[in-house]
């Protein structure tokens, strides 16, 4: 490998290099504050590492890698995001009784993950990546914590998991027998002058977008959401409602889109009635919800229909940037919102170990007991619904936006549905958050660290910078594109 390719990428090296440095730390020398400072480190120096890497692409390293600049972008993104989830588990774990230094080092195996599935331009190093990223939070979910609802979360997912990878993989091994090649490129060549089963090249295609679907808790592969969200702790449960799907969304979309999927209607037709399904069913099953994490997971299934919507449009070649455009700024401000959301659960958590699954009553009278941390999560309740001067509603207006160039009005028209619904279960998260105390309602210990403040002060301003000033994100993106 040449000095170039190295370079081109520095973050996964940075990565890689933590790990190994944050091993031999946790070998010789356990430490929970020094791990955390090694571990927000390793995550930054990787993030700022996308700047001078950007000189050097677009490049292709080895048959399994692309180094271009939207896939530095998301590294840079997910290792931001990563630490936040770092500095949120600092107070999560401080009062658990558990060694947790292992923590911090599946965390960035899993960064490493996502960065490689960003790179991802064969499926070899999709499905690496997706591994690396999957393991690791098989044992995130259920770490450190001995209690029954973890473990219970972290097995449904590693069986459940374990299928769709199966499964996905048995697709692989299709598409290869159809056309000797595992190239994203390649591949689109080759469908294009295979003379094989049209029929068996769609089944693979089937077989593999059901096992990302599960990843991305799309519907019908939504089943283990609510639950494995409810049973994970707060930090890892937002990792894993940002970070994993949307470094899954976009290997997704790169495939499609090297590959040129799109000239099977039928493909993109099935991957329309999954958009209306889960926007559909992902706001409906939230309006009977009255556990915080369960909400978010049910939100999360009907933010992953709205963005599912970007393969129906950018199956015509003139809308195929703005589509892909469209989809960045929505990973962007999904994740901002999402980790925001999640960090609030943190704290709760991490002020009480009884509290890890709150309710609707037990955020009662919030903003007058805690202001900065129920502004939190106002933002990203508001942001979530789509409501103005958030990252949320530039997010949604973009997508419709997109659909509406692409002529997809039953689309739009389910994503206006799917937002009305949800408006009333984020604004009921509002209203208990904003209502006087009484009695003991709400009556829960929340750190009130200057770290934790700082970070929530930060979230905060992402999400409303992005609702606010969003031109120069925007501008960003289209250069890269």
């Known amino acids: 490998m040449s000095i170039e390719s190295l370079y081109a990428l520095l973050p996964l090296v940075i990565l890689s290099a933590g790990v190994l440095v944050l091993m031999l730390q946790v070998a010789f020398w356990r430490n929970l504050n020094t791990t955390v400072t090694l571990t927000v480190i390793t995550l930054v120096g990787a993030a700022l590492g996308s700047v001078p890497a950007a000189d050097f692409t677009p490049l292709q390293v080895t048959p399994l890698l692309l180094a271009d600049r939207l896939a530095l972008f998301f590294c840079a993104l997910f290792c931001v995001a990563a630490a936040v989830t770092a500095l949120l588990s600092l107070h999560f774990l401080a009062q658990r009784e558990d060694e947790p230094e292992e923590y911090f080092l599946l965390l960035i195996l899993s960064t490493l993950g996502a960065c490689v599935l960003a790179c991802s331009v064969h499926l070899a190093s999709l499905l690496l990546g997706l591994e690396l990223l999957s393991i690791s939070l098989y044992a995130l979910i259920a770490y450190p914590d001995k209690s029954l609802l973890p473990l219970e979360a972290a097995t449904k997912y590693l069986v459940l998991s374990g299928a769709a990878s199966a499964t996905a993989l048995f697709g692989f091994a299709l598409l290869y027998a159809a056309t000797g090649t595992l190239s994203f490129e390649e591949l689109g060549q080759a469908l294009s002058t295979t003379d094989s089963s049209r029929g068996t090249l769609l089944f693979a295609s089937v077989m593999i977008v059901a096992g990302l679907g599960f990843k991305l808790s799309l519907v019908p592969f939504h089943l283990w959401t609510p639950d494995v969200y409810d049973g994970a702790p707060a930090p890892v449960t937002g990792y894993l409602a940002s970070v994993s799907k949307a470094a899954v969304f976009l290997a997704l979309l790169r495939w499609f889109v090297l590959s040129d999927l799109f000239r099977y209607e039928i493909l993109i037709q099935c991957m329309g009635l999954i958009a209306i399904f889960s926007m559909l069913a992902g706001n409906l099953l939230a309006l009977m919800e009255t556990g915080l994490k369960r909400l978010l997971a049910y939100s999360s299934i009907a933010h992953m229909g709205y963005l599912v919507i970007i393969f129906m449009v950018a199956g015509s070649a003139e809308n195929r940037n703005v589509a892909?455009?469209?989809?960045?700024?929505?990973?962007?401000?999904?994740?901002?919102?999402?980790?925001?959301?999640?960090?609030?659960?943190?704290?709760?958590?991490?002020?009480?170990?009884?509290?890890?699954?709150?309710?609707?009553?037990?955020?009662?009278?919030?903003?007058?007991?805690?202001?900065?941390?129920?502004?939190?999560?106002?933002?990203?309740?508001?942001?979530?619904?789509?409501?103005?001067?958030?990252?949320?509603?530039?997010?949604?207006?973009?997508?419709?936006?997109?659909?509406?160039?692409?002529?997809?009005?039953?689309?739009?028209?389910?994503?206006?549905?799917?937002?009305?619904?949800?408006?009333?279960?984020?604004?009921?998260?509002v209203y208990y958050l904003i209502q006087r105390p009484h009695d003991n309602a709400g009556n829960i210990p929340i750190p009130q660290g200057r770290m934790l403040q700082l970070v929530s002060c930060a979230l905060i301003a992402g999400i409303l910078l992005l609702g606010t000033v969003p031109q120069p994100l925007m501008l960003y993106l289209r250069s890269i594109l």
């Open 324 to 429: 892909t455009e469209a989809a960045a700024f929505y990973l962007v401000a999904y994740t901002a919102t999402t980790l925001g959301a999640f960090a609030l659960l943190a704290m709760f958590a991490g002020g009480d170990r009884k509290r890890e699954n709150p309710e609707l009553r037990d955020i009662s009278g919030l903003m007058w007991r805690r202001p900065l941390v129920a502004i939190l999560m106002l933002a990203a309740m508001l942001s979530l619904a789509g409501i103005p001067l958030t990252a949320g509603f530039i997010a949604k207006f973009y997508i419709i936006s997109v659909a509406a160039i692409g002529h997809h009005w039953i689309l739009l028209g389910t994503l206006v549905l799917g937002s009305g619904i949800g408006i009333y279960y984020y604004l009921r998260v």
